[in-house]
């Protein structure tokens, strides 16, 4: 396949709409139409199902869809990393989620710049699953990532620090003199309800929770009573005094991790990852 041709498909795929995704592409629907066509008959399989109503992926056109979707990331970040090859940049881009990890990531910057041969890190403050899709992409050379809610499959990585999740309440909320609380407790607070973060197309889920962007936004919807929120513990050095945190024992453990792209040949890369490791 050629990658145009995957451009088409994850296009329309997306939009489940031959008009909307040839909008998007900026080309006429026909041609678009007949080059599905052709891509089904060359791979011998059905990878949407037609109606005169709807479009539907079949179960060949979803691990297209996922394949595709890899395949094209793949390129990108090739093109990415060469221009930044023949710009002589010798600096690396290290991605984090703005707010996680902030004491990790100030002791490993400070180490690393201590390490002979250190070369300037740039880091990108990002929203939640930004620093997967910034690695994937070849934008980011490393990141930081957080498991569960984030997928290291398809990267190296190195497990740095695992720490168990509190729930943040406002400072006189009935729970915050509690030794402890479950996840269901939490989840059943309709005085306050869990906080919705953009999904990696941007959208938000359904709920009743306000629709939240970055930890700064959380903490002041927190302190006015509109919401609560489970997060790492390690967020507690950002709290302030109209904030309470308790302990969640039954929330899955969340683990920071550093990850790169396997394939990286980088010894920049490579001595972040050993410095990482040891603070």
Known sequence: METREM???VAVAEELHFGRAAQRLAMAQPPLSRAIQQLERRLGVV???RTTRAIALTEAGSVLLREARAALDAVEAAER???RAVAGQPGMVLATKAGASSDLLSKLLHAYAAEPGAVAVEVMLCGPGQPEDLLRTGQADVALLHRPYDTTAGFDSEDLHTEQQVVVLPAGH???NRANVSLAEVKALTDLPLPRWPGRDGSYPDGPGPQVRDHTQLLQLIALGL???V????LRTQLRDGHAAVPV?????VTTVIAW?????????AQLVRTATRC
Do not use: I
């Open 47 to 49: 990878l949407l199902h």
């Open 231 to 234: 997060v790492p513990e390690s």
């Open 7 to 9: 451009r088409y498909f």
């Open 227 to 229: 919401a609560c929120a």
């Open 261 to 269: 792209p396997p394939h990286s040949r980088s010894k920049a890369v």
């Open 81 to 83: 990393r060469t221009r």
């Open 174 to 176: 009935p729970l915050a």
């Open 249 to 253: 024992p039954d929330a899955p453990a």
